[in-house]
């Protein structure tokens, strides 16, 4: 068993671009990674670090779909990822594909934020200008009470994660808005959005 090393942010992306095709895959990734970053920042942890962990969550979902979360651990490990890495990834599929329960703060906030991410987007693009950068908490939560609005978001999975994280709901919203608009550009969320 070779040695693991910690990946760069260039091995991450080109490894998810080797597995995801997708587009919108991609975009919801990178969306994941920014958040990832902006929550580590908070929180004083490895900005790096959390963001690659965030822009690989979904490496083995558009291939194995059957085997989401599952998958990831064997790819991961041929390509020498540490253990943390690892688990962080397969944790975030807890009780939905995955049997491995977040523990780590860094593994809450993955399994809070990855959900609400397609939340803010549906939200965004629902806006007159389409932009994350004019959605707010109130808009999302408009959103979050309309239950046919974005039906395949798991709200339970992200309230979860909050409490996990024992923070209110509309902070852990707040924060991944504002982890989204530092690449709006990049996940399509600039929309016609006029800074005053």
């Given amino acids: 068993m070779n040695m693991a090393k910690v990946p760069t942010r260039e091995e ?26 902006h929550f580590a920042r ?12 965030g822009l690989v969550h979904d490496l083995d979902y558009e291939m194995y779909p059957e085997q989401h979360c599952k998958k990831v651990r064997e790819i991961l490990e041929q390509e020498g990822w540490p253990e943390d890495y690892i688990k962080a990834v397969q944790s975030h599929g807890w009780k939905l594909c995955s ?12 399994y809070a934020v ?4 397609g939340l803010v987007t549906a939200t965004a693009l629902m806006r007159p200008d389409k ?21 395949g978001v ?5 309230e979860e994660g909050a409490k996990m994280l024992g923070m209110d709901l509309d902070r852990v919203i707040e924060e991944t808005i504002k982890g989204m608009q530092k690449v709006a550009g990049e996940i399509g969320l600039l929309g016609d959005f006029k800074a005053e």
Avoid: C
Wanted: no cysteine.
């Fill in 12 to 37: 991450a992306f080109e490894l998810l671009k080797r597995y995801t095709k997708s587009e919108n895959l991609i975009k919801h990734a990178l969306a994941v990674e920014s958040v990832m970053r």
């Fill in 114 to 117: 990855d959900e609400l991410t």
């Fill in 131 to 151: 932009s994350i950068m004019s959605t707010t908490l109130q808009s999302v939560k408009k959103k979050w009470k309309q239950k046919s609005f974005a039906a």
């Fill in 42 to 53: 908070l929180f004083g942890e490895d900005e790096e670090k959390w963001g690659i962990v």
């Fill in 99 to 110: 049997d491995v329960e977040p523990t780590e703060r860094m593994e809450k906030v993955l």
């Fill in 154 to 158: 798991n709200r339970e999975v992200i």
